[in-house]
């Protein structure tokens, strides 16, 4: 792998999806590099999700081309994506809530075993993933609620137990769609202070509407508008742009 690639963990040139008599995203091109945490920001209907659904392959693309850590991934499936450490969490917390917190992270930590899961084997067949689990748990400020059913967890806390569910995939780039959003102050800080941790070792790609946390976490920002790239840079950069506050900050600030 050359220094270029090596920088560059995501790149989409010309990344397009047309429905009928609509496009959602309409001729994007991304780079994400090594080890940063980039943000894609923008108004309600702007493309990001269906930007997050293309690079993850829950949706084809109608042209354009993905890259990721120097291959082409474009027309892969998605559970081959996810084998190559790209994974992502999802707006709506998929989590199974009828498994305790520590059942759900044991799970996806079995992904060393390969394609098998054991949903349905003793718990003494799964003791050796516990150790793991419960540090990640620990990780993401679940330590008290180990046994505790995801289904009694407060909103925050299912969505910082869906991100421990995705860190035991151990990702290099991982995708985060809305980390905050419908939570309250206090859960708000306490995932920005996880994206923080998190950040050592992997590179960070994710949908935000909350600006405070964009501002305090991304090192890069794109601005998508109607599908299409409307500014990108630093949060300074991107705010100041006479066309992000038009079209997006100002409805924010209004």
């Not at 040139?13 to 609509?22: D, M, N, P, V």
């Not at 992270?105 to 992904?111: D, G, K």
């Not at 991982?174 to 859960?187: F, I, K, R, S, V």
Request: proline share 3%.
């Amino acid at each position: 792998m050359n220094n270029a690639v090596a920088d560059t963990v995501l790149e989409t040139s010309g990344l397009t999806k047309r429905f009928s008599g609509f496009t959602a995203v309409d001729n994007v091109s991304l780079k994400v590099k090594t080890g940063s945490i980039h943000a894609l920001i923008g108004p309600n209907g702007a493309g990001k999700t269906t930007c997050f659904n293309l690079l993850t392959k829950f949706m084809q693309p109608s042209a354009g081309k993905i890259i990721y850590r120097g291959d082409d991934i474009t027309y892969l499936k998605p559970a081959d994506v996810a084998r190559r450490g790209l994974v992502r969490s999802f707006q709506i917390s998929a989590v199974f809530g009828h498994m305790t917190a520590l059942e759900n992270v044991r799970i996806a930590l079995q992904r060393e075993r390969g394609a098998s899961f054991d949903f349905w084997r003793s718990d003494r067949n799964l003791q050796r993933f516990d150790d793991r689990a419960c540090a990640l748990l620990e990780d993401v400020g679940l330590g008290a609620f180990i046994h505790t059913k995801a289904a009694e967890l407060s909103y925050g806390r299912k969505r910082a137990l869906e991100i421990a569910t995705t860190l035991a995939l151990d990702p290099p780039l991982l995708l985060l769609d809305e980390p905050t959003a419908g939570m309250t102050e206090q859960d708000v800080e306490r995932i920005v202070d996880l994206i923080k941790r998190l950040r050592q070792g992997r590179t960070i790609l994710m949908v935000e509407h909350n600006l405070s946390v964009v501002a305090g976490l991304s090192d890069r920002i794109t601005v998508l508008m109607r599908g299409r790239v409307l500014a990108e840079g630093d949060y300074e950069t991107v705010s100041r742009d006479p066309a992000v506050i038009t079209a997006y900050l100002g409805q924010d600030h209004a």
